[in-house]
Nanobody, 115 residues
Framework: VQLVESGGGLVQAGSSLRLSCEVS????????LAWYRQPPEKPRELVAS????????YYADSVKGRFTISRSNVGNTLYLQMDNLKSEDTAVYYC?????????WGQGAQVTVTD
């Protein structure tokens, strides 16, 4: 399984960005897709996840109402729509795919939000 993120960038507070994650390879075993982020000098944290094709969706309290996780109807692309961005959203964002035996990670996308 390979994960490739895109869509990061430098924006001002209040702006929007959409991250994309192209998922390829043996995806049949995957049952969970998620976005994590790692702010500077802080541990990696779960931002949002979708399990069993959207049957269960989770958002961290810090992003509820501002971020939306979704999957493409065709293909295997995971999205994270980020609205009303704040400086505390600055981090490297990682796409994650979970299967019964192991997790897979993308290379990360930098998101920087300035006040």
């Amino acid at each position: 399984v390979q994960l490739v993120e895109s869509g990061g960038g430098l924006v001002q507070a209040g702006s929007s960005l959409r991250l994309s994650c192209e998922v390829s390879g043996d995806t049949a075993e995957l049952n969970a897709l998620a976005w994590y982020r790692q702010p500077p000098e802080k541990p990696r944290e779960l931002v949002a996840s979708t399990v069993n094709n959207g049957a269960f969706i989770y958002y961290a309290d810090s992003v509820k109402g501002r971020f939306t996780i979704s999957r493409s109807n065709v293909g295997n692309t995971l999205y994270l729509q980020m609205d009303n961005l704040k400086s505390e959203d600055t981090a490297v964002y990682y796409c994650n795919a979970g299967g019964p035996k192991r997790d897979f990670w993308g290379q990360g996308a930098q998101v920087t939000v300035t006040d």
